[in-house]
């Protein structure tokens, strides 16, 4: 093999490389995560009863609260006796994703969300109001991991809880120290490969 050749297949094989650690995040969303559809299309429920989609101005704001985002969120009746929830279920790719959004509880209600990957819980974030309406809280998860999640909205006790789902994507992501390296390699290979081609010429 030529120094010509070994210099071009070095110059592919780095340009291979930099393009894997360089690739963009994979985007995964929710199937009406903000329940802008005014129903639960998308959602899977544990129960029959409970569970209502809050649209304004069609309904009135629940206790005072209107959706933090969009027109619509999710009202969840709770229950002493267990919880009522609604979850769906989603796939990130290989470097990961992120999901934030809002949650409320109200009347001696304590509200959850929950993040499950592969069945295990990976997240929770929960809230709990005695008297009255927490108001919007907001809630932030990231992860560099990807495969099967699961978002759960659920809530238990007296009262009740809201929910609303703000994003769903690819966290942003540093270019990594590696890919600095690669790309100053790529310019060095560049470099002597025309270096090398302008002594051939001569």
Not at 41 to 68: F, M, Q
Not at 120 to 148: C, D, P, Y
Not at 183 to 202: D, P, T
Request: one cysteine or more.
């Amino acid at each position: 093999m030529s120094k010509k050749s070994a210099l071009t297949g070095l110059f592919v094989l780095a340009l291979i490389i930099g393009l894997v650690f360089c690739a963009t995040p994979g985007q995964a969303s929710l199937v009406n995560g903000g329940f802008e559809t005014g129903d639960l299309s998308g959602w899977t429920k544990n129960a029959d009863g409970g569970l209502k989609v809050i649209t304004w101005p069609g309904e009135g704001p629940w206790h005072g609260l209107n959706a933090p985002d969009g027109a619509s969120f999710l009202r969840i009746n709770a229950t002493p006796f267990g919880e009522r929830s609604v979850y769906q279920t989603f796939t990130l790719g290989g470097s990961g994703g992120a999901l934030s959004g809002w949650y409320a509880a109200a009347n001696n209600a304590m509200s959850y969300v929950r993040i499950f990957k592969d069945n295990t819980l990976v997240e929770q974030f929960s809230l709990f109001r005695l008297n009255g309406v927490s108001g919007w809280q907001t809630w932030n998860w990231a992860t560099e991991a990807g495969g099967n999640y699961t978002l759960v909205f659920a809530a238990t006790g007296e009262g009740a809880g809201g929910f609303d789902v703000k994003t769903v994507g690819a966290p942003a992501v540093p270019v990594p120290t590696t890919a600095y390296l690669l790309g100053a390699g790529l310019i060095g290979l560049y470099g002597i490969r025309r270096r090398f081609s302008r002594k051939q010429k001569s």
